[in-house]
């Protein structure tokens, strides 16, 4: 979850496009939150799977792509609401950080306090995050970049090849994530935030956050005043 501050929403957006390669960020319904689709020939991964299930199978069957993973940034409801049914559907793996895993059996009251309906996990559980960096599928190379404070187990997705980020919720175009939620951390948060801004990361660097306004690196550092070295 976010700061209700900067709640635009990003429109759907093509980022990147190269050979057999897609990344698109997707607002599913109901949108709040930036989740991204990641192709390569017939298949693809997403990153927070947002929203309901059958909207995202829609997504796959338009696009004749087949699911075969699923990551999370972190454990908030926001960002994980379809993994369960799309796990049940086409048995892929959901990667989380272990030190999230709590997280997952508290979304409900979050969604009750949101007034949406809540994830059903059955008996599914998400599997914990490795450590990368990955193939995720062919061409594509990932790593996995630990940031904890807006939770004790948040990640951003880093993808070299194409500078592309996915920041989830530790920092927002403008401004950081919230580290008021339970096991949020502010001098974590902080830290992880000072850690990205001294990976030095090219200025081009296209970065999709976890809510709001997608941006760059050059972005980050000309109008977000927490990205930077303390
Ligand atoms: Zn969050």
């Known amino acids: 979850m976010r700061q209700s501050k900067n709640a635009h929403v990003a429109a759907r957006k093509k980022m990147q496009q190269t050979n057999n390669v897609k990344f698109d960020v997707l607002n599913m319904p109901p949108e709040n939150t930036n989740s991204v689709l990641v192709s390569s020939g017939g298949d693809c991964v997403i990153f927070d799977a947002w929203g309901r299930a059958a909207d995202w199978v829609h997504e796959f069957d338009s696009r004749g792509v087949r699911l075969r993973a699923i990551y999370s940034t972190h454990g908030h409801p926001d960002h994980i609401s379809a993994a369960p049914d799309l796990v049940r559907k086409y048995n892929v793996p959901w990667f989380i950080d ?13 969604l009750d306090y949101y007034s949406l309906p809540h994830i059903e996990l059955g008996n599914v559980h998400p599997t ?5 960096p990955l193939n995720i599928l062919p ?6 970049i630990k940031t904890p404070g807006h939770t004790p187990g948040g ?27 339970p096991g949020g951390d502010r001098h974590k948060l902080w830290d992880s935030v000072e850690r990205l801004y001294k990976m030095d990361f ?22 977000n005043p927490w990205f930077r070295a303390r």
């Open 98 to 110: 272990a030190d999230d895993l709590f997280l997952i059996g508290q979304n409900n009251n979050i």
């Open 128 to 132: 914990s995050m490795p450590d990368g």
């Open 139 to 144: 061409g594509i190379k990932m790593e996995i």
């Open 155 to 181: 990640v951003v997705f880093w993808f070299p090849d194409f500078r592309i980020l996915l920041s989830g919720d530790t920092v927002f175009d403008e401004c950081l994530g919230r580290y008021d939620l």
């Open 202 to 223: 090219s200025d081009d660097t296209f970065v999709v956050h976890g809510h709001g306004a997608n941006s760059t690196i050059k972005q980050l550092k000309l109008h």
